[in-house]
């Protein structure tokens, strides 16, 4: 049940004068009919809402230009919204050509992420071994410069030690890990070469 044309004109003019009521009036009077129009041309609720947006944005934006037809804006309404449905589902089109034309970065399967999972789960096992092998003070001297960025002087302090008794310390730490690193890289390949001739 709508307003009538005289009482549409009235109400332009409220709107015109500043009347945000109006305005609303006006509003609620034809956003289904603007609605449904975008619909049917963007054919997507989200971009038919914004359309819908956009139209009345327009009406005010422009309503000192709008052409009132037999008392009624809704002709301007139709109008415009046809205007920036068709904009719309034209941006659309060119947005999921463009999208479309992108290179896709390949996923990595299955596969290779249970292999990296598998290979980072023993490299920690290797390195648990080797530190345990290692005296508790020298695995702390460790983990405080190489893991907490501790200078030598400081992570010293913090055992108790001189600074150049855990440089001294720290070198051999650092070699006896890495010898026994390498040994179980070692013993690792060969059992997996078994496992391949078997």
Known sequence: MGIDAGEEAATWQRALSGSGAAYASLFREHEGRVYRR???IVRDVH???DVTSA???E???????VRVVDGSVLPWLLVTTVNLARNHRRGSLRYRA???????EESPDAESIALSNVETMLLGVRLSDALARVNRSDVALLVLTAVDGLSISDA???IG??????????SRARERLQASLTNEQHRFSQAAAKGENA
């Open 38 to 40: 975008a619909l049917s």
């Open 47 to 49: 971009g038919a809402e």
């Open 55 to 57: 139209t009345f944005f």
């Open 59 to 65: 009406l005010w934006r422009k309503r000192r230009a």
């Open 98 to 104: 463009l999208i479309a034309t992108l290179p896709r």
């Open 156 to 158: 010293a302090a913090a």
């Open 161 to 170: 030690i001189k600074p150049g008794t855990a440089r001294m310390r720290l």
